[in-house]
Nanobody, 113 residues
Framework: QVQLMESGGGSVQAGGSLRLSCVAS?????????MAWYRRAPGKERELVAS???????NYADSVKGRFTISRDNAKNTVYLRMNSLKPEDTAEYYC??????WGEGTLVTVSS
């Protein structure tokens, strides 16, 4: 049974930083898949925040470029999202996606002004 488990969310003030983690378990290896972080803000649709391919190519939403960094540790089967210079508009539930198919349950990020 494949599971993706996010952690690292919390409440921070604007300008602060957080690092989200997504640990994969079961018959799923992040080294073999494109991994991504999505978010859903209150009253808005889910949006892609960042992704990293098997080869290490990364892609970011325009709204987070230069502030967020996606990375992974294949040995730990873990994907990270480093978020710097957080803004109130970054407030959302953040979800990890593996291979375009598997989803975690999310971790809440709240940024206050």
């Amino acid at each position: 049974q494949v599971q993706l488990m996010e952690s690292g969310g919390g409440s921070v003030q604007a300008g602060g930083s957080l690092r989200l983690s997504c640990v994969a378990s079961g018959r799923f290896f992040i080294s073999m898949s494109t991994m991504a972080w999505y978010r859903r803000a209150p009253g808005k649709e889910r949006e892609l925040v960042a992704s990293v391919t098997r080869s290490g190519s990364t892609n970011y939403a325009d709204s987070v470029k230069g502030r967020f960094t996606i990375s992974r540790d294949n040995a730990k089967n873990t994907v990270y999202l480093r978020m710097n210079s957080l803004k109130p508009e970054d407030t959302a539930e953040y979800y990890c996606n593996g291979g375009g198919y598997y989803w975690g349950e999310g971790t809440l990020v709240t940024v206050s002004s």
